[in-house]
């Protein structure tokens, strides 16, 4: 079995702070790549950022610059430092993981359950 598990979310003002975690767990052989999403009330769910194991880093053009994402291979954890958040950044945000498991021969995506991300104006 499998967890990907995200913490961290909250209540912040504008201009505030939050860093996100997710960490994932199980019977895993290598990771690919971790990521994170978001979906907010009405709106399709995007891409926020994403690491791969060489560490290559993508992010949405409307978090360039305020958000940062890092990871940790030995503790098979992502992080998402979130600044200068904005009331536009308010959602849901889901941690993805590219996984291969032992004893499997291709690798699939692992989603967590989310975290709420609320910024007030």
Same mark, same amino acid.
């Given at each position: 079995?499998?967890?990907?598990?995200?913490? &961290?979310?909250?209540?912040?003002?504008?201009?505030? /702070?939050?860093?996100?975690?997710?960490?994932?767990? &199980? /019977? #895993?052989?290598? #990771?690919?790549? @971790?990521?994170?999403? =978001?979906? $907010?009330?009405?709106?399709?769910?995007? +891409?926020?950022?994403? #690491?791969?194991?060489?560490?290559?880093?993508?992010? $949405?053009?409307?978090?360039?610059?305020?958000?940062? #994402?890092?990871?940790?291979?030995?503790?098979?954890? %992502?992080? +998402?430092? @979130?600044? =200068?958040?904005?009331?536009?950044?308010? $959602? %849901?945000?889901?941690?993805?993981?590219?996984? +291969?498991?032992?004893?499997?021969?291709? =690798?699939? =995506?692992?989603?967590?359950?989310?975290?709420? %991300?609320?910024?007030?104006?």
């Amino acid at each position: 079995q499998v967890q990907v598990v995200e913490s &961290g979310g909250g209540l912040v003002q504008a201009g505030g /702070s939050l860093r996100l975690s997710c960490a994932a767990s &199980g /019977s #895993i052989r290598s #990771i690919y790549a @971790m990521g994170w999403y =978001r979906q $907010a009330p009405g709106k399709e769910c995007e +891409l926020v950022a994403s #690491i791969n194991s060489r560490g290559t880093t993508t992010s $949405a053009d409307s978090v360039k610059g305020r958000f940062s #994402i890092s990871g940790d291979n030995v503790r098979k954890t %992502v992080y +998402l430092q @979130m600044s =200068r958040l904005e009331p536009e950044d308010t $959602a %849901v945000y889901y941690c993805a993981a590219d996984l +291969l498991l032992s004893g499997s021969s291709y =690798r699939d =995506r692992y989603w967590g359950q989310g975290t709420q %991300v609320t910024v007030s104006s």
